[in-house]
């Protein structure tokens, strides 16, 4: 019903491209997530989408209807997208009570009084905000301000909901239950949802894929297992994940076409990506330390133990290599000791040094039967 | 799969939305009519000093009405008269302007540390009474200066210093530069001391700790840190306080006029009287000049360096009290001493002399409720009754009440769109266009600006009638000269409103006009509320503005007080120009009331 086209979107703030070029698709009743680093374009994507931006170049359609068309030159107001929006100050009128502020889409849309009251009492419960109706939004806790923003959402009931980072401003135990409760109403609405956040849990939590951006361009869009298991460049693979991934520059290892190495370790793929500088992305859980020194000849030393409840980060350290790996929480490391390490090979992700993007298996494979 | 076509948005369909957009309607009407109301008068004023008017004839044989000529303005710098019209007041005019701009600094500036950076006991209190003598009609403490150095030279019955003394008063302490410096000097110090407390409020005391602690005195660190961190805001107040000081009419007209001392600004006053409109005109012009070149020169000179050292941050600010030590006393005595003579004094002296059978004669039996509350009596004050009981005053009151209501309502909404269309459509030249226009009255000397809508509305032009002795053009003149207060006030209510708040609206389909009615207009309310009070508090004491405009049906207040004044009925003079400043006064009262209320909220949101 409500899915969302975006194409070749370009938006310029004085001399800087905040979105170059962007062009994604959303399917209906789908929960998008974007993510990047601030500065990325994110907010002037949903910004665009809401109209409250007005792109340079590009189209955006909306279910049946072409909302923005450089093209076409057609720019429909926000009021007329039927799509609601969670801004990351909640954006609540301070001179309206709770109510009124979650009937005021529903005064514009001329609403009949009785039905509109009907409405407003179902969506206040709903949100658990049922008795706080005709406080004042400064006299709210920061979570009740949230659930405001979330029933004037609701209220008008469109079939897209815009969120601008609206957890952002919540304590971090607070945080976690409305993901769950956000996630609840948006499912049941079956509503096609844009959410942009920095916070890469938050993505990987609640989405049903995300988009990756960076510099205005989008980095990756995929859905969240596969952005953390197959990053699509070394942006994405560093970006994604806490504690960092390892990424590692190698060198090919003279004709051996499996074989990598720099000053510090050697390492075998298993496979030819045909390349002569890779850098390998090794997840810290893909590292694994092999207690004593007599199995392998890759010695490091354990320069930092650092536990953090179900788990342990240890940082190990071999001349200019450092390297990040994750053990459970009964590991008995201690800095100074020296171990030796082994990589669960199959798990990496090799990445083309010179350019940073992926290469795959499949995609050598397919090179060579292209050009055999 | 809808098609994806690409190519440029032409120009035509740009335009299309450009004028569909209410805002930028609403932009282009206001810019138009500010246009008419702000640009076009002085271009005006200008044309009718260069062409000959309809009654020139008979001051030269040579003039053909609508003709060009250099006549007026060579008349003005090189005429015989020129000394007299021209370059005597505009000595006394600087010499006057200079003395009091250097007390009023003096005086405000020693009085903004005591009240901001000492421990002075009374703080409080004493602030508002130092702010009195501004908030008052300036013509208030002339009136009062003349009930008591009033020269029996002149004329008239004799003042508190002659009954007091037995003797008159020298002439120089009656009337003319001394006189007017001191009461301008009274007048404005509250200016300059509202500024320079500003500019003392913002200096961090851990500048000058961290200068004490590397070994600076404290007189070194006071010339080193504070004075220079204070001086621009100092410059700039020495600066504006001049500029303010040329433009004043009523109060050197009642200290002046009787000696035959004339600054630029009575000069166009009387040269109007006299039917000399086109000299007037080239006095207006002049004053204007002086009063470009002074706010010209602010900003050269200050308007750079006081951004550079703005020193607002939120976190860490202390401002720490300096103790005055053994000293605290006597500098608290002196400072309420000076507070009650300047302050307070000159109204009790109104009051009294409002009730006194015959001016100048003192004695519990000269006193009198006749001129509060007489019926007419021809044989006191040629038959004027009582200020309760004069027809002429209570129409006037009803028309001062009238006035400053209904200007300091439409100055505010019109400030509040303008100032809504500055903060929101930054990046449009025409936005800014309309903010600078709204400001340009700040620029005019108020007599200058009066005297450009006499020429602007004396015939009508097209669809305009011919406005002149009307209320709407009192109204239209008293908004359009509010005007660059309330867009400033404006901008700060719009500024606080965050972008989202309104976007939000924008979202759920509200409409421009929804928006600014229902989001904009109750969110900036407290702020241009007080805005309001402030736009009424200033149109109900101006004269200057408006002393040419009105006719017997539009008198108000001050024009009425004026008039007596200058026939010489001093008691019905006094007891108005008291009225005028109690209204003010309350006027001021309920502004601190609700600038109060405002904080009481922000703090209740805060917590």
Known sequence: MSKIYVRNLTKTYSGIKALNNVSLE????????LLGPSGCGKTTLLRCLAGLETPDEGEIIMGENVVFSSALNIMVPPGKRNLGMVFQSYALWPHMTVRDNVKFGLDVLKTPIPLANKRLDEVLSDVGLGPLGERYPSELSGGQQQRVALARLLATQPPIFLMDEPLSNLDARLRMDMRVELKRFQSDAKATTVYVTHDQTEAMTMSTRVVVMKDGEIQQISPPDQLYRQPANTFVADFVGMPRINLIDLTAKDNLIHSYANDDLHLDIGWAPGCSHITVGARPEDISIINGTAAGKEYFKITAVLPNGPETIVQLTRGKT???????????????????????????????????????????????AFSG | MLKFFDFPITASSRFKKVVTDPVNLVMLILLVILAYLVIWPFIQLLIETLTWGDRDRRISPDAVPGEFTSFYWQQATSGPLSRKMLYGPLLNTLITGITATIMALLAGGILAWCVVRSDMPGKRWLQPILTLPYIVPSFAIALAWEAVFRSPKVGGQPGIYEALLGMGPPEWLSYGTFPISITLAIHYFPFAYLLVAGALATIDSQMEESALISGAGRLMTLRRITFPVVAPAFLAALILTFGKTIGQFALPFILGAPAQFHTIATMVYANLTLGLDALA?????????????????????????????????GKGFRSREIALGPWRWPIFTAVTLFAFVVGVLPLILLGVQSIMLIDGFYGLENLTKHFWVGQSNPDIAFGEPGVLHNKIILGATW???????????????????????????????????????????????????????????????????ALYGTFTLLVIISVVSRLPYSVKTGVTAVTQIGQELEEAAELAGASWIVRFRRIIM??????VLSGMMVSFVGVMRELSLIVLLITPSTRVLMTVGFGYAEEGLTQLSNALVLIVAVLTIIGELILMWIGKGKMARLREKQS
Request: without cysteine; glycine residues 6%.
């Open chain 1, 322 to 368: 450092t390297l990040i790996t994750r053990v459970g929480h009964d590991s008995k490391f201690v800095e100074g000791q020296t171990v030796d390490i082994s990589f669960n090979v199959k798990a990496l992700n090799i990445y083309a040094t010179k350019t940073g993007s992926l290469i795959t298996r499949d995609s050598v494979k397919d090179l060579n």
């Open chain 2, 522 to 527: 109750p969110l900036s309310s407290s702020g």
């Open chain 2, 281 to 313: 005109f080239v006095l207006a012009i002049i004053l204007i000049g002086m009063s470009l070149i002074s706010i010209w020169l602010s900003n050269r000179f200050v308007g750079n360096k006081t951004r550079r050292f703005e020193t607002i941050s």
């Open chain 1, 26 to 33: 959303i399917e209906s009743g789908e929960f998008l997530v």
């Open chain 2, 399 to 465: 028309n001062t009440l009238k006035l400053a209501f209904i200007s300091a309502i439409i100055a505010s909404v019109i400030g509040l769109v303008i100032a809504y269309i500055t903060v929101r459509r930054a990046h449009n030249p025409l936005a800014r266009a309309l903010d600078q226009i709204a400001f340009i009255p700040f620029l005019f000397p108020t007599i200058a600006f009066g005297a450009m809508y006499l020429t602007l509305f004396a015939e009508p032009v097209g669809p305009i009638p």
